[in-house]
């Protein structure tokens, strides 16, 4: 009987590792360093284009969810340990994250663009760039791309998205590549970004391995309740027209 109890505990443990908790909240972790989509205001507040999607994800799922800002070197291995729920911090799909965290439906397909200060780059080449100073957010499909090609350039990494910007604009980095629409909307679009441009070309997950699939919330291999929950809730946020909304309002000037 004892063996027996064992088993049917153990059985009982992997049917919860695969469902959504009843009690309590679904923790989601996003690393605020990243506008527009996601930061925190003023009044200490997460927000952005992210922030809004997953709230209203959760809600069309009729999940309670606790969005929280962590650090971007913790978060995947936080889903990893259970420390999170999901995360949705602009993760980019790839093969090698497949294998350690579930992810959603995709819901956007990021540009990734180097940046510069105005006339400085004219040739963004692995040889047009040897010897530059290029920053990158550290564990980001940019860092994978850049360090696997600019073997020549001195990369700089940076544990948040918006610290490489202040070196640029200090002089101690030549480029940085990021989003597209990360550049454009949280420093170019600022008095601190008016001396500088979008230089080389516009690169997508179709140009290299290194930017992946897509864009989509991660989750923990274990909880494939929560993974069938997110995307019927992002399902019906696409299909009521609330993502549209949500690009339009963040993006439609770009």
Not at 85 to 113: C, G, H, N, W
Not at 119 to 128: H, M, V
Not at 170 to 197: C, T, W
Request: aromatic share 8%; charged share 25%; net charge neutral.
């Amino acid at each position: 009987m004892k063996k027996m109890s064992k088993v049917l505990l153990a059985v009982a443990a992997m049917s919860l590792a695969g469902s959504v908790l009843a009690n309590g909240p679904i923790t989601i972790a996003t690393d605020a360093t990243f506008p527009p989509f996601e930061s925190v205001d003023d009044a200490g507040k997460l927000v952005g284009y992210d922030i809004e999607l997953a709230e209203a994800v959760c809600k069309a799922a009729a999940l309670d969810c606790n969005i929280i800002n962590a650090a971007w070197d913790g978060m995947i291995p936080g889903l990893i340990a259970g420390k999170y729920d999901a995360l949705i911090s602009q993760l980019t799909v790839t093969d090698a994250r497949r294998k350690v965290m579930a992810f959603s439906d995709i819901y956007e397909r990021p540009v990734f663009r180097f940046v510069a200060r105005k006339g400085a780059i004219s040739d963004t080449s692995p040889q047009g760039m040897k010897g530059k100073v290029i920053a990158v957010q550290t564990g980001t499909p940019m860092d994978a791309w850049v360090s696997k090609n600019y073997r020549q350039s001195t990369i700089k990494r940076y544990d948040g998205g918006s610290a490489p910007y202040l070196d640029l604009a200090a002089g101690r980095a030549d480029v940085h590549m990021s989003y597209e629409a990360q550049i454009i909307h949280s420093f170019l679009k600022k008095e601190s970004g008016k001396d500088y441009e979008l230089v080389g070309p516009r690169l997508t997950g179709k140009d290299a391995p290194e930017f992946g699939e897509g864009v989509a919330i991660a989750i923990n291999k274990k909880n494939s309740a929560l993974l069938e929950k997110i995307n019927q809730g992002l399902a019906s946020v696409r299909a009521d027209g609330q993502l549209d909304a949500l690009n339009k309002k963040y993006f439609s000037a770009e």
